[in-house]
């Protein structure tokens, strides 16, 4: 089955900074590569999304990257804010099996102001 | 708009036990999605339930059921608790298969 790897675990920056966080997939069938991010007390929040048969997306301060060929997709942050502070978990699916998501372990983002 | 609501918030229960969650999803959408979050760790797959019926199942035991009403509101019922069981489980809604999940904030269950 498929298997998601995230790193780093922890990314401690200063405000104003860049923030990446990568992840690896497993599956080649997997096509649909979703973002969440998760503030203290709540659930996850979708933020970002991308399919395979796009390369790169962005929605202001935040891209995403794909790629394939060595199946692995990051996430950039731009000009980072304290409430940017939270974690992130990116996920993996194959839409054809109906979307059922498989997680990464997380990151941990810090913000210091 | 209301987005995906579930109750209770909290809970605990001792081992050996039942337990009902309960999950109302987003208007508009008719697709209902039950992960389970140990602490520091992220959602793992239960099982997914459209049009009422359970559509794809993770790697969970059969102590783990669930329904999903004609308003497309869905139950996660757990039996015969375990320590291990003590976690966040939360709930996701889409507007069909395949298509983009939203979260509730989740049910955090505690066994003692």
Do not use: M
């Amino acid at each position: 089955g498929e298997n998601v790897e995230q790193h780093p675990s922890t990314l401690s920056v200063q405000e104003g900074d860049s923030a990446v966080i990568k992840c690896t997939y497993s599956d080649s069938a997997s096509n649909y590569f979703p973002w969440y991010k998760q503030e203290l007390g709540k659930g996850p929040q979708l933020i970002i999304d991308i399919r395979s048969n796009v390369g790169e997306k962005k929605d202001q301060r935040i891209a995403v990257t794909l790629n394939k060929t060595a199946k692995h997709f990051s996430l950039h942050i731009t000009e980072t804010q304290p409430e940017d502070s939270a974690v992130y978990f990116c996920a993996a699916s194959n839409e054809g099996s109906q979307g059922n998501l498989i997680f990464g372990k997380g990151t941990k983002l810090s913000v210091k102001p | 708009d209301a987005g995906v609501t579930q109750s209770p918030t909290h809970l605990i229960k001792t081992r050996g036990q039942q337990v009902t969650l309960r999950c109302s999803p987003k208007s508009g959408h008719d697709t209902v999605s039950w992960y389970q979050q140990a602490l520091g760790q992220g959602p793992q797959f239960i099982f997914q339930y459209y049009e009422e019926e359970e559509r794809q199942r993770g790697n969970f035991p059969d102590r783990f059921s669930g329904h999903q009403f004609p308003n497309y509101s869905s139950e996660l019922n757990v039996n015969a608790l375990l320590l291990g069981d003590s976690a966040l489980y939360l709930c996701a809604s889409s507007f069909g298969l395949g298509q983009p999940q939203h979260f509730g904030d989740g049910t955090r269950l505690s066994i003692l």
